[in-house]
């Protein structure tokens, strides 16, 4: 995982994740030392148009964890003024 990754977080990746999220990551936070195959990571949870809504830590098992891609963003038209 590298930053700017959207992945999807289930419970394949943790329990916490029964209702599933979507995550962008910010970093992996290795200097915090955890148990073989699990990770820390930081990052923002993404309500359902792709949006930031939230920062969050979270401790998640590498193998559960499913990269994703969102639907690309409809461009918005500017406004003009006057």
Do not use: K
């Amino acid at each position: 995982m590298v930053a700017g990754d959207v992945i999807h977080l289930t419970t394949a990746a943790s329990v916490q994740f029964l209702r599933p999220i979507f995550v962008r990551v910010i970093r992996e936070l290795p200097e915090r030392h955890t148990y073989h195959g699990w990770v820390w990571i930081e990052g923002y949870q993404l309500n359902a148009a792709g949006d930031a809504v939230a920062r969050r830590e979270l401790f998640v098992m590498r193998a559960g964890v499913r990269m994703q891609a969102l639907p690309a963003r409809r461009r918005r038209r500017p406004v003009r003024v006057g």
